[in-house]
C-alpha cells in the first residue's frame, strides 16, 4: 500500500502511455485494413467499369464522332488519333523500359545479397511507370535491408549502389531516349519539365500523366503549327 501510494502518479502516467501506444497500434491495424479494403472494392469497381466500357467502345466512339460537326468530323478524328497513337507508344516504350529496369534491379540485388530482391525488382517495374521518380521508391528500401541484412556497409553496398546508378545511367542515355522518346517525340528535357510542371500542381497524380499529357499537348500543339502557316500571313496571300 505505500508503495503504491508513493508511486501512483508514476504508475498512472505509465498507464496512461500504455493506453494511448495500444489505442494508436490498434487505430493504425483497423486503418490499414480499412485502407485494403476500399482499395480492393475501388479496383473492382475500376476494373467492372473498364469491362463495360470496352464492351460498348466502338459504339461509344460512333456516338462520339457523330456528335461532331461535318466539316470537322475528319480533322478532329484525325488529331484524336494522333492522341492515341501518341498514348499507346508512350505506354509500349515505358513498359518496355520498365522491364529492363526490374529486370536490372533484381539482377544486381540478388548479387548484393539483398533480401526480397525479386520482390523489390517487380516493385520497381511498376514504380518506373513515373519517371525520375520510380528510381527514389526503389533505391531506399533496397540499401536499408541491405545494410540491415550484412550489418553495415560492405561491398555488397556498393554492389547495390552500383547496380543502381549504372541502370540509371543506361535508362537515361539508351532506354528512354532510344524507346520512349523515339515513340512519343518528346526529349529528355520535355519529360522532365512535364513531370516538374504536372508534379507541382497535380501532385502524385500529375507525375503519372505528365508525359501522357505533354505527348497529347504536343499533338495539338503541332496541328495549331500547322493550321497557323497554312495561314495567310505565312503563305503571303493577299
Known amino acids: 500500500v505505500e508503495f503504491l501510494r508513493s508511486h501512483a502518479a508514476q504508475i498512472a502516467t505509465a498507464g496512461q502511455t500504455a493506453g494511448a501506444g495500444v489505442t494508436s497500434f490498434l487505430g493504425s491495424v483497423a486503418g490499414f485494413f480499412l485502407g485494403t479494403l476500399l482499395f480492393l ?131 537515361g542515355t539508351v532506354l528512354t531516349p532510344k524507346i520512349v522518346g523515339d515513340q512519343v517525340g518528346l526529349g529528355p528535357v520535355w519529360v522532365i519539365l512535364a513531370v516538374l510542371v504536372f508534379g507541382s500542381y497535380l501532385g502524385f497524380l500529375g507525375l503519372l500523366l505528365a508525359v501522357p499529357i505533354a505527348a497529347a499537348l504536343k499533338v495539338l500543339v503541332v496541328e495549331g503549327l500547322e493550321r497557323d502557316r497554312a495561314a495567310d500571313l505565312y503563305t503571303g496571300n493577299e
Not at 461509344?60 to 484525325?78: C, H, M, N, T, W
Not at 519517371?131 to 527514389?136: A, D, K, N, Q, R
Open 41 to 171: 472494392g475501388n479496383l473492382a469497381l475500376f476494373s467492372f467499369v473498364a469491362a463495360y466500357l470496352l464492351r460498348d467502345y466502338d459504339g461509344i466512339i460512333a456516338e462520339a464522332k457523330a456528335l461532331l460537326p461535318g466539316p470537322y468530323r475528319d480533322k478532329v478524328s484525325g488529331i484524336f488519333a494522333k492522341i492515341d497513337s501518341q498514348l499507346r507508344g508512350f505506354l509500349r516504350g515505358q513498359f518496355i523500359v520498365a522491364l529492363c529496369l526490374g529486370g536490372m534491379y533484381t539482377i544486381g540485388l540478388i548479387i548484393g545479397g539483398v533480401p526480397f530482391a525479386i520482390l523489390i525488382g517487380a516493385f520497381g517495374v511498376v514504380a518506373s511507370f513515373v519517371p525520375y521518380f520510380g528510381i527514389v521508391l526503389t533505391v531506399i528500401p533496397s540499401i536499408v535491408l541491405c545494410v540491415m541484412q550484412h550489418q553495415g556497409i560492405d561491398w555488397h553496398f556498393f554492389v547495390v549502389a552500383a547496380t543502381f546508378i549504372l541502370a540509371q545511367m543506361l535508362e
